[in-house]
Nanobody
Framework: QVQLVESGGGLVQAGGALRLSCAAS????????MAWYRQGPGWQRELLAT???????NYADSVKGRFTISRDGAQNTVSLLMNSLKPEDTAVYYC????????????????WGQGTQVTVSS
């Protein structure tokens, strides 16, 4: 019923910039919070940034000042603008929708995208 699709990943040199986008589709009534995570080789999945329906944002220390999360509520999309990229940013990036209310009825759910690869070369 619900699908999250990430896009915008690719190869970029250190110091460059990249914008990721995630679109949520399906029988969605509302989404309370959207977020970006990443998982690099040999690392556990890391929460990078969140944005609520009010527009309130939070960032991990590792990306604060470099990454910016934004949300398009009308299309249930979330973007991540990544600046000053470093080789250590290389990872698979995942979007997440939390507190999702479906058109089918009450209850809140959580959904994940399948991820998009970001590779930063030195």
């Amino acid at each position: 019923q619900v699908q999250l699709v990430e896009s915008g990943g690719g190869l970029v040199q250190a110091g460059g910039a990249l914008r990721l986008s995630c679109a949520a589709s399906g029988s969605i009534k509302s989404i309370n919070k959207m977020a970006w995570y990443r998982q690099g080789p040999g690392w556990q999945r890391e929460l990078l940034a969140t944005i609520s329906t009010s527009g309130s944002t939070n960032y991990a220390d590792s990306v604060k000042g470099r990454f910016t999360i934004s949300r398009d509520g009308a299309q249930n999309t979330v973007s991540l603008l990544m600046n000053s990229l470093k080789p250590e940013d290389t990872a698979v990036y995942y979007c997440n929708a939390d507190g999702v209310v479906l058109t089918s009825g009450p209850g809140q759910y959580r959904f994940w995208g399948q991820g998009t690869q970001v590779t930063v070369s030195s």
